[in-house]
């Protein structure tokens, strides 16, 4: 069992809690798309009840290419999350990427998330960690699962054990990613909660002309098996009109198909606490 870490005073994951859904727009499109969406992810998780961070970012600053919508920027970006916060009732996250991003973004966000290719930046580690705030930490495409003691020693060294490991996929060839379920209980066994993202982990890197493609079919049965591999959380990005998207629309899950999928995974959950006892 990993260890329990609170995010606010109603939310925790690991220690044995329910799975945890951390779910939005890959990015922040506008203030009322976001509103939106906020609100009906908060009806659909309340109804089956799923414990819900949402999630969107304020900026992408790893897009393909230099055309690509980013974002509002951070300024914009978290005065559009904090209204989630305060008018929806929500915990929130995005990403940080940069040091000079950490102090501002944590008057606001309730988890601190360091992007995949960020993950090894000893600073930027260290400065989230030294917020206090739980960080959640996306593993690189380009680690082993077992490397990431390492990150989780940069964060817990600076006295911050709140602390969350996310799998996304790891790099196979060009433009692909994989999912080895094994990384799952490795990751665990180094004692915090794991997330799986069940959304970036059918993405195709760089794979549609400058920008990423995806199989959105896959993420059932990748979700399927990560839950009955024990994880402690999922990470969705959903969206009222994939198709749409200004942001890894072809890996992103409907939105208003998200109470079926919910409703298979907590029987699949269900089924791996009965086994457990």
Request: charged content about 25%; glycine content about 10%.
């Given at each position: ?33 976001t509103l939106k969406v906020a609100r009906r992810l908060k009806e659909i998780t309340s109804s089956l009840g799923v414990p819900l961070v949402f999630k969107s970012s ?220």
């Amino acid at each position: 069992m990993t260890k329990e870490v609170k995010i606010t005073e109603e939310i925790s994951i690991g220690g044995g809690r329910h799975l945890l859904l951390i779910a939005g727009p890959c990015v922040i499109e506008g203030e009322e798309i976001t509103l939106k969406v906020a609100r009906r992810l908060k009806e659909i998780t309340s109804s089956l009840g799923v414990p819900l961070v949402f999630k969107s970012s304020y900026d992408k600053a790893n897009r393909t290419s230099i055309h690509s919508f980013r974002g509002p920027g951070l300024r914009e970006g978290l005065k559009i999350l904090r209204r989630v916060k305060e008018e929806v009732g929500l915990a929130v996250t995005s990403d940080v990427h940069e040091t000079k991003e950490v102090e501002e973004a944590a008057k606001v966000l309730d988890i601190l998330q360091i992007p995949a290719f960020l993950s090894r930046q000893t600073d930027l580690l260290r400065t989230a960690a030294s917020t206090g705030l739980p960080v959640n930490v996306k593993k690189g495409q380009f680690l082993s699962p077992w490397d990431m003691r390492f990150v989780l020693e940069k964060i817990v060294s600076s006295g911050n054990e709140r602390v969350m490991l996310t799998e996304r996929g790891t790099t196979f060839g060009y433009n692909n990613l994989i999912n080895d379920m094994r990384a799952l209980p490795v990751m665990r066994s180094l004692g915090y909660p794991v997330i799986y993202d069940a959304t970036h982990s059918v993405q195709l890197p760089g794979a549609s002309c400058g920008v990423s493609g995806g199989q959105r079919e896959f993420i059932p049965p990748l979700a399927r098996a990560a839950v009955a591999a024990g994880v402690d959380g999922l990470f969705m990005e959903v969206h009222p009109q994939p198709e749409k998207a200004l942001c890894d629309g072809a890996n992103s899950w409907p939105l208003e198909e998200l109470p079926t999928f919910l409703e298979m995974i907590l029987e699949v959950e269900g089924a791996v606490r009965r086994w457990k006892g």
